[in-house]
Structures are given as structure tokens and as C-alpha cells.
């Protein structure tokens, strides 16, 4: 599978929760740095959490604290778990597999938080 592959997100009210997971051929995702991005209704695609290869994590600001990034090199899955939920949080998230110069990006799941 070249293509990442995600699945969870979905609908959940403001301060819920929701786990995202993505996976990736073997031999692309362990030499990887693997993230999460996504992109809202009208704006640019942002990054919201990266993990590289030797497990360092790096977030944007505004989820630190909310959000944790995990990878499994025995899985081949990198996971987002996203707490206490924003309805600013809502977005298409797309995981991304980045080897040397090039990305790897999935087609999207998406995530609305709204009352």
C-alpha cells in the first residue's frame, strides 16, 4: 500500500474525543517521519502533529495538550488521539508519510465537532 490509509474520525460534541489511524506499507513507514495535517473549509492545509523515525514529537500550538501522536513500528500505524475537542478543530485530516524528499499523503477523514 503506497498510499497512506486512514480511518476513525467522524462527529463529536465540543470537549469529546476521537482517535485517528493511519497505516502505510512497511518499507515507506519505517523510514518515515509520519504526521497528521489537515484543512479546514477556506483555509490552507496546516500541520498539526509530526513523529519522527527515533520517536520525537512536535504539535501545532494549538492542540498541545489536547492532542497525542503515537506511531507503532510493529503495526506499521501512526495514531492521532485528539481531547477536548474544538468546534475549531473541525477538518479534513490527512495522514502523511514523509521518506527523503518526498510525501506520501492520504485521501482524508474527516472530523466535526460541533453541539
Known amino acids: 500500500q503506497m498510499q497512506p490509509v486512514e480511518s476513525g474520525g467522524g462527529l463529536t460534541h465540543p470537549g469529546g474525543s476521537l482517535r485517528l489511524s493511519c497505516t502505510i506499507t512497511?518499507?515507506?513507514?519505517?523510514?518515515?517521519?509520519m504526521g497528521w495535517f489537515r484543512q479546514a473549509p477556506g483555509k490552507q492545509r496546516e500541520l498539526v502533529a509530526t513523529?519522527?523515525?527515533?520517536?520525537?514529537?512536535t504539535y501545532v500550538e494549538s492542540v498541545k495538550g489536547r492532542f497525542a501522536i503515537s506511531r507503532d513500528d510493529a503495526k506499521y500505524t501512526v495514531d492521532l488521539e485528539m481531547n477536548f475537542l474544538k468546534p475549531e478543530d473541525t477538518a479534513v485530516y490527512y495522514c502523511?508519510?514523509?521518506?527523503?524528499?518526498?510525501?506520501?499523503w492520504g485521501q482524508g477523514t474527516q472530523v466535526t465537532v460541533s453541539s
Open positions: 502523511n508519510a514523509k521518506l527523503l524528499m518526498k510525501d506520501y
Open positions: 512497511k518499507n515507506i513507514f519505517l523510514f518515515s517521519t
Open positions: 513523529v519522527t523515525r527515533d520517536g520525537v514529537k
